[in-house]
C-alpha cells in the first residue's frame, strides 16, 4: 500500500491530469509532443550524459535493451507461428509486446522509487529504446515493406540522439558551459518529465477501443507486464551491473505498451485497435503489477 500511495498514485495522478484536460480542452496533443519531443527531452538527455561518466555500465544497458527487445519478438513470432496468425496481427502483438513505455511512464515511476542516480540511468534506457522502437517498431509497424534506410534515417533526424553525443563529447572532453547558459538547460530539463506524463494522459483520452478480442490481448498483456520482467530478471542475472541498475532494468520491463506504437499501429495498419486497446488495459493494470512489483524491490 506504502509503494501505490507513494509512487504509482503520484504519477497517476499526473496522467489523470492530462486525460481529463485532453477530454475538456481537447489539445493539439502534436504540438504539445513534439515540444516535449524536440526540445525538453534533448535537453533532458544532453544533461543526463554531461553529468555522467560513461562507462561499461552503459553497455550493459544497450545489451540488456537488445536482449529484452530481441526475446520478445522471438516469444511472439514463434507463437504467432503456432497459432497461424496473419502478418498483420503478429505485427501489432509485437508492437503492443516489445514495446514498452519506459519515457513518460518509466523514467518518472522511476524517480519516486528510486531515486535521481536511478533515474539518470532510466533516461540511458529510454534513449536506447527509442533508437529501437524507431528501428524494429517501424520494421514491425510496416510488416518488413517499410525501407530500413527510411527507419534508420528517423533515428539520425531525432535530436535526442544528437543531444546525447553533445553530452558525452562535453563531458570526455570536460568542455566547459557557462553557468547561466546551464540553469537554461536545467530549466528546460526539468520541464521534460512532467510534460510528457501530460502527453501520455492525453494520448490514453484519444484512444478508443473497438471489437478487442480478449483472448489475443490477454496474452499480449501477460507477455508485457508479466513475462517481460521476468525476461529482465534473467538478463540482469547475466549482466554484472549494481543492485540498484538490475532494479531499473527490471522494473523499466514491466511497464506497460508504449503509447507511440499506437501511431506506428495505424499509419502502417498493423491490428490498429488491438494495439490501441492493449495500451490502455495495460496502463491500467499496471497501477496493480508494478505496485506489487516494486514492493519487492524497494
Not at 552503459?58 to 529484452?68: K, S
Request: proline share 4%; no cysteine.
Amino acid at each position: 500500500m506504502t509503494i501505490l500511495v507513494q509512487v504509482i498514485i503520484p504519477v497517476f495522478l499526473v496522467f489523470l491530469l492530462g486525460y481529463t484536460g485532453q477530454k475538456v480542452f481537447s489539445f493539439d496533443i502534436k504540438s504539445i509532443s513534439t515540444t516535449a519531443l524536440y526540445i525538453m527531452t534533448p535537453a533532458l538527455v544532453f544533461r543526463t550524459f554531461y553529468e555522467t561518466k560513461l562507462d561499461s555500465t552503459y553497455l550493459y544497458i544497450m545489451v540488456y535493451g537488445l536482449l529484452l527487445s530481441g526475446t520478445i519478438i522471438l516469444l511472439i513470432k514463434g507463437l504467432a507461428v503456432l497459432r497461424g496468425y496473419e502478418e498483420s496481427l503478429t505485427s501489432g502483438l509485437i508492437l503492443a509486446t516489445a514495446f514498452m513505455n519506459n519515457g513518460n511512464f518509466g523514467a518518472p515511476v522511476i524517480l519516486f522509487a528510486f531515486g535521481e542516480r536511478a533515474f539518470q540511468y532510466a533516461v540511458a534506457i529510454m534513449l536506447f529504446h527509442m533508437l529501437i522502437m524507431s528501428t524494429a517498431g517501424i520494421y514491425y509497424a510496416a510488416k518488413g515493406k517499410f525501407p530500413v534506410t527510411e527507419a534508420l534515417g528517423s533515428v539520425v533526424k531525432m535530436p535526442i540522439v544528437h543531444a546525447a553525443v553533445l553530452g558525452l563529447v562535453w563531458q570526455y572532453f570536460q568542455l566547459p558551459v557557462p553557468g547561466n547558459l546551464y540553469k537554461t538547460v536545467d530549466m528546460v530539463a526539468d520541464a521534460a518529465i512532467p510534460t510528457i506524463m501530460l502527453v501520455l494522459g492525453m494520448q490514453l483520452a484519444e484512444i478508443r477501443t473497438f471489437n478487442l478480442d480478449w483472448g489475443k490481448a490477454a496474452l499480449a498483456l501477460a507477455v508485457r507486464l508479466l513475462i517481460s520482467p521476468l525476461i529482465a530478471w534473467g538478463i540482469v542475472l547475466l549482466l554484472p551491473v549494481e543492485s540498484i541498475l538490475a532494479k531499473v532494468m527490471i522494473v523499466e520491463a514491466a511497464m506497460p505498451t508504449a503509447a507511440i506504437t499506437t501511431m506506428y499501429a495505424l499509419q502502417y495498419d498493423s491490428s490498429p485497435d488491438l494495439v490501441s486497446s492493449i495500451t490502455f488495459i495495460s496502463t491500467l493494470l499496471s497501477i496493480v503489477t508494478l505496485s506489487v512489483l516494486l514492493s519487492f524491490l524497494v
